[in-house]
């Protein structure tokens, strides 16, 4: 994963609007599915239409969310926005590869940010600045 800084903004700003976004997207979701019963007591409240009516508002809202989610070219990177499908069983591998992309981008992302930090150490170490790094700690060569 190459950064490529020769845009406007740095890759930092583009991923904390991302998560923004997502999270935003994510605490909205869970809000709304919060008073909804779970097994057993969703199938004994949904025989009922007061019941019937809010789950389908959710589930609404919920695809809406999702499906914005899917087209967000900020968190997919432009090229390949994911739209959300139809069918619930497609759906639901829609958000599994959703979350493998997602962590894999954030793997990727965390051993590119390790390899240049190590990097980064490994120069101060070998400067000769009278200083030897520790567990993270600067401590002065020759010192116990």
């Not at 020769?6 to 997502?22: C, H, I, M, R």
């Not at 007591?41 to 508002?57: G, I, L, S, T, W």
């Not at 990177?77 to 962590?103: F, I, K, L, R, S």
């Not at 490994?122 to 600067?138: A, N, P, T």
């Amino acid at each position: 994963m190459d950064l490529d800084l020769s845009q406007g903004e740095s890759p930092n700003q583009d991923f904390t609007k991302s998560v923004a976004s997502l999270s935003s997207s994510i605490s909205r979701l869970s809000r709304s599915s919060r008073a909804v019963p779970s097994e057993k007591d969703f199938h004994f409240y949904h025989n009922f239409e007061q019941f019937r009516a809010p789950v389908k508002e959710v589930a609404a809202a919920s695809h809406a969310m999702l499906e914005m989610i899917g087209s967000s070219a900020d968190i997919w990177g432009g090229e390949m926005a994911m739209a959300y499908p139809e069918d619930h069983d497609d759906g639901y591998d829609w958000v599994v590869n959703g979350n493998d992309e997602a962590y894999d981008r954030f793997d990727a992302a965390a051993e590119e940010f390790r390899g240049l930090r190590l990097k980064q150490e490994q120069r101060r170490i070998d400067s000769g600045d009278g200083f030897q790094l520790v567990c993270g700690r600067k401590k002065k060569r020759g010192q116990s």
